[in-house]
């Protein structure tokens, strides 16, 4: 069974400051791991993934995550926060023959002056 | 522009009523997804369909149904036996099996409140 932990339901952080949501999985077989992004009341947006290739992965809206086995973890971060970077990320992943996605309970970015 | 449809976006349920959301998708993606989300707890899979005229239940399907008549529709009935149908409901879509490392496309979903 694959699943995903998303450590802190509520992350504060100033403007300009790093972003850091983190993010750990378990899966008995190599995985796909995902991070999306949802503003109030509206759908999940692909912010990047990783598929195996480079453990480095750039998104959009200058964010990045790196893939590490040893730690199995796949956390998300920026390295200056923006206003507009408050919302709600969720981890996903998946694994094995199945397509399905699994998604962690997210984390909400809070983003203050 | 291709993308996934969700109607309507606010729906209103009397108690002991069924329900139909709508997901309609023109990206020509094999497999369809149902999730509830609730505050605190992500996102739950209620449905997917792989392929059309064939479904699989997640791990929430109990008070909800689904249908999978064309390869561009996945509609979810809430129906009455679904204890506490008041939540926000998302329907995504994915190019399927040969596709995984693609991820979903997600709609703008439905927000279901029962008065």
């Known amino acids: 069974a694959q699943s995903v932990t998303q450590l802190g339901s509520h992350v504060s952080v100033s403007e300009g400051a790093l972003v850091l949501l983190r993010c750990n999985y378990s899966?008995?077989?190599?995985?796909?791991l995902f991070w999306y992004v949802q503003y109030p009341n509206q759908g999940l947006q692909l912010l990047l993934k990783?598929?195996?290739?480079?453990?480095l992965v750039k998104g959009i809206n200058g964010f990045e995550a790196e893939f590490k086995k040893s730690e199995t973890s796949f956390h998300l971060t920026k390295p200056s926060a923006h206003m507009s970077d408050a919302a709600e990320y969720f981890c996903?992943?998946?694994?094995?023959?199945?397509?399905?996605?699994?998604f962690g309970t997210g984390t909400r970015l809070q983003v203050t002056l | 522009d291709g993308g996934i449809t969700q109607s309507p976006k606010y729906l209103f349920r009397k108690e002991g009523q069924n329900v139909t959301l709508s997901c309609e998708q023109n990206?020509?993606?094999?497999?369809m997804y149902w999730y509830r989300q609730d505050p605190g707890q992500g996102l739950r899979l209620i449905y997917y369909?792989?392929?059309?005229?064939?479904?699989q239940k997640g791990d929430i399907a109990e008070g909800y149904s689904v249908s999978r008549e064309k390869k561009e529709s996945f509609p979810l009935t809430v129906t009455s036996a679904q204890k506490n149908p008041t939540a926000f409901y998302l329907c995504a879509s994915s190019i399927g099996q040969q596709g995984r490392s693609y991820g979903y496309t997600f709609g703008s979903g439905t927000r279901l409140t029962v008065v």
């Open positions: 996903a992943v998946m694994a094995g023959t199945a397509s399905k996605l699994t």
């Open positions: 990206l020509n993606h094999d497999a």
């Open positions: 899966s008995s077989v190599p995985p796909y």
């Open positions: 990783y598929t195996s290739a480079a453990t």
């Open positions: 369909s792989q392929i059309v005229n064939d479904f």
